[in-house]
């Protein structure tokens, strides 16, 4: 309590002159406002910020891809439940299952994809990401095609169970991954481009969903998503090398090595020297060393108690309720979204999934309004300040305008629904495309945010973050049929509604407050050197 009573005492100029954990000097005002390289890069070639553009690219790539095809997986099954509700194995004269019971589909998956990460996470902090990616990715290619092969609805549960858990990393250690490769100053950008995948692999299941089923039966939706899945498995393999890497100890020993040189040669000499010892390391980064699988760190309570840790920083809460609440929201319209438009007065039959085409629009203009916006506004804001400081909190005002138009479209779908009339089903669409708006806006926001204010801390930050949203979009999607059902859409979705925005309100103290808020919590982070 004395470090919070501390940093609320603190005048604003001595706030603004502070150098918090993610308090960054981005740019040298005495250098031709040069764009420094946050964090430092090492002479080691196997430092991912020291790699060629292509390889980062690959990751960025891979990542992406598996986001996308692990959400795919997940949610192409939304559109299709009218029709597996007739085309599901079952005993003769058993009544198929009800669509509540059908939704548990989804509820279990999504809630799987969250509480993963209490395993997944801790596992790649010590064993490292790439064989917890590489052996994720397995997991979810087999629980597929199990998938496809289930003969009953409990053996299908139980596969989307099993699936969840192994498209869970591409909620967390993903976005880790791509920001240990990238400097501050382009990571909102090349996280914006991964969460564009993300929401469009969503979307993208929704849409074709229904098709797929109706025209194939459902068990190709599973076998379609296959594809993909493998692919990103093998891309996995030959792409993505290991990406934990001790910085801190590395810039000790280069500190040490560059300290000898200058004691024997003059400064003219030290640079050949450097230069030559540099080329000469990164001759030995092979593509047969990037295959290598695995590091050991221990640390194996220390690791499993990390994510609860991350509770401690008021950043980790915001990000989570937003996810939570955004998606937990968009579940919810794609439960109940396909059962409205199957019903009269519409009778979309195979067509319900392209409730979605709204859903990919949002997506894009906010994927494509994220990445633009997102890394220039904090290099503007780094520019202005006298000392060249950028501070994660900089990003922050992007998501307000998303918040509120995800608040607004969570209400336009509820009621939408609730009077159903001709051409009332674009309001549906609209508000489904609201809503997917913020989902790509936000998220790559927040997630920046936790990428630059808790560094070494950010992928268990995550873990709360998928768990939150997991557990939000369980709750939406478990009881919001029946819900429906028995009080009609509007109250639902007026309920979600307005508990986004209440959490749109918390993210203005974070703003205002969130330096002072990480000079209090300093203490509690490793170095982020």
């Known amino acids: 309590m004395s470090r919070w009573r ?71 099954i939304a559109s299709a439940l009218p029709i597996i509700m007739f085309q599901l194995p079952r005993a003769a004269n058993t009544p198929p299952p009800g669509y509540g019971e059908l939704s548990h589909l989804i509820a279990y998956n999504v809630l799987m994809i969250g509480l993963g990460n209490i395993i997944w996470v801790p596992c790649s902090n010590i064993f490292g990401r790439r064989p917890v990616l590489i052996l994720a990715l397995a997991v979810t290619v087999g629980a597929t095609i199990w998938c496809g092969k289930a003969d009953s ?12 858990f192994g498209i869970a990393p591409a909620d967390s250690v993903a976005p880790h991954v791509i920001g240990e490769c990238f400097f501050v100053h382009q990571r909102g950008r090349a996280i914006a481009f991964y969460s564009t995948f993300l929401s469009v692999g969503s979307i993208l299941g929704g849409l074709v969903g229904g098709y797929i089923a109706g ?120 439960t109940v979204g396909p059962q409205f438009l199957a019903a009269p007065p519409y009778l979309w039959g195979n067509n319900v999934g392209l409730i979605n085409v709204g859903g990919l629009v949002g997506v894009l203009i906010g994927g494509a309004s994220t990445y633009i916006i997102v890394d220039v506004l904090t290099k503007r804001y780094a520019k202005r300040d006298r000392t060249g400081l950028a501070e994660p909190e900089a990003r922050l005002p992007i998501m307000f305008p998303a918040l509120i138009i995800a608040t607004a479209g969570i209400w336009c779908f509820g009621f939408s629904a609730g009077n159903p009339g001709t051409g009332v089903w674009a309001g549906m669409v609209v508000g489904l495309g609201m809503i997917s708006y913020a989902l790509l ?89």
């Not at 925005?501 to 209090?520: D, E, Y």
């Open 215 to 334: 025209n194939l039966g459902y068990r190709y939706l599973f076998w379609i998503a296959l594809a993909p899945l493998a692919f990103t498995l093998v891309a996995q393999i030959l792409f993505v090398p290991e990406t934990i890497f001790d910085r801190q100890g590395q810039m000790e020993q280069d500190q040490l090595q560059n300290t000898t040189i200058f004691e024997k040669a003059e400064v003219d000499t030290v640079e050949r020297v450097s230069d030559v010892s540099h080329s000469s390391e990164q001759e030995h980064f092979t593509f047969a060393r990037s295959l290598r699988v695995g590091v050991y760190r221990g640390h194996i309570v220390k690791n499993f108690l990390a994510p609860w840790k991350s509770l401690l920083f008021p950043g980790t809460w915001l990000v989570c309720l937003h996810y939570g609440g955004i998606l937990g929201g968009l579940v919810a319209t794609a």
């Open 6 to 76: 501390y940093a609320f005492s603190l005048s604003k100029a001595e706030v603004a002159e502070a150098e918090p954990p993610g308090t960054v000097r981005l740019i040298e005002h005495e250098n031709n406002d040069h764009i420094a390289l946050i964090p430092p890069p090492t002479l080691n070639p196997a430092d991912p910020l020291n790699w060629p553009r292509w390889r980062k690219y690959a990751v960025l790539l891979t990542m992406s891809f598996y986001a996308l095809a692990g959400t795919f997986a997940q949610a192409n």
């Open 441 to 529: 806006s936000v998220p790559s926001v927040g997630f920046s945010y936790l990428i630059d204010s808790y560094g070494p801390l950010a992928a268990d930050a995550f873990v709360m973050t998928t768990i939150a949203r997991g557990v939000v979009s369980f709750a939406y999607s478990f009881f919001v049929s029946n819900w429906v059902m028995s009080a009609g859409p509007e109250i639902p979705f007026g309920v979600f509604g307005g508990i986004l925005g209440l959490f749109t309100i918390l993210t203005v103290p974070v703003w205002l407050f969130g330096k002072r808020m990480r000079i209090a919590t300093a203490g509690l982070l490793p170095s982020m050197a």
């Open 153 to 164: 609805f409990d053996s299908l549960l139980a596969a989307r169970i099993v699936q969840g």
